[in-house]
């Protein structure tokens, strides 16, 4: 397999976990203000492991590009 496919096959598996924790908490039996909290608390996280994701593509193609020079 590819670098390339495995790079697409990870974003994948990211957005596949982040959409299925979204609709978990929107379908969790908790009052409102819990549920936007923890709706806060996860978008937090999300934004965090998106910007290390994204950080260690463009490492990645960097790292090609400069093999390719």
Known sequence: ???DSMDGFFAGLMMGAVIG???ALMYAPQSGPETRRLVKEKALEVKEKAAKAASKIKESVSSVI???D
């Open 1 to 3: 397999m590819s670098r």
């Open 21 to 23: 924790a979204a609709f």
């Open 66 to 68: 400069k093999e390719e």
